[in-house]
């Protein structure tokens, strides 16, 4: 049985850099992908592979993952998670050669999977956790994904909820699984400005986002705070880089009281008020960091519509110097919970109420 494993990780001095430019952007082309009656558009987790541009998308409603050549549209083919005997309980995925990891969110279990037709066995492992502790359980999205580094899985995660008793070293934002001890340990505390009040639990600020630098690090981005994290997981080392926008609004906890719990339509009204830091994207190709701003609305609030927040992307060196930033326009409709770069820039989902086709811009910047 993996032991839970509390790794203490101290974030080093922060590190200052200040630059602003405009940049334009310029929309490449538009991706579009055909879906049959059994998918929705509306995609929670997505994979895309750098090198051989295969997107991949997981249908919950099927209980699979389907595969397209991103350069062309061409569907490739459907893996039918049943196939293992998984059911319905998978959260997100990865592909490594052959190997496809899969989590189940409700069991709290990861699963390897070597693609063999005609063999159904598969490893299993459990993602130890501790309701008693603060310590998170895995949570994955398209921008929260899990990504194996030698013999380490990542994940980030989060424990739903708020409390008086969080502190800046007891309440941490990574896991790491060792496969080769099966042991479960923690690692990046949330920023001290969480702990300055009420951020609603759940999901607006309290899920971290991330992507992998060159070297294999995590470059860890919280809603709630204008710096960055970068997490190396073969040191168990974290250092910050301030990577905010200056000129915006000052980013506010919900209340100052953390032991209130309020409903999600309020919450949701805040965080449509408030600025937030979300998708944090490295670009290889262009040797630069995309970090998406979410500022405050500018049109009323519609229950049934939504209401998309103003965006910015802010574009960093790897350094963590800012070059510049770029506003997207409103009527640029999109999804940022699906985004990811190829080697014409930055792909963001457009927000589409055509159910049968599944499409993204590629946007490049004047950098």
Known sequence: MALLVQCKNEVQDETYFTHNKPFSYQIKRMA?????????????????????????????????IYRYNYRTG????????????LNKQVQGFHFCGDTVYVYSYPLHVLYEIVRDEKCADYNEYQISHDARSLNPTPFLSSLSPMRKIGRIMLFTGLLSGETPHETSSNRPSVIRFDFNTRNTS?????????????WGGGLFYRLPYYDLDSNGQMVISFPA????????PETNQSKSYYAGREKSDPIHPFRKNKNNSFPENVLYKWYLKTPSYENILFDQFRGVYYRLLKLPQTIPYNQYEGTQKPIVVLI?????????????????????NNAFVTKTGLSLQVKSDNEDILSFYEISFSI
């Open 316 to 336: 960093f060196n790897q350094s963590f110097e800012l070059l510049g930033e770029c506003f997207l326009p409103v009527e640029m409709r999109v999804i940022t």
């Open 186 to 198: 923690f690692a990046v505390n949330y920023p001290k400005v969480y702990q300055k009040g009420n």
């Open 32 to 64: 579009s992908f055909p879906l049959d009656k059994n998918t929705t558009n509306h995609v929670y987790y997505s994979e895309y592979d750098q090198e051989t541009e295969i997107l991949s998308l997981l249908n919950e409603n099927t209980n699979s």
């Open 74 to 85: 061409d569907y490739l083919e459907t893996i039918d998670l049943s196939h293992w005997g």
């Open 225 to 232: 705070s204008d710096s960055l994290i970068v997490y190396n």
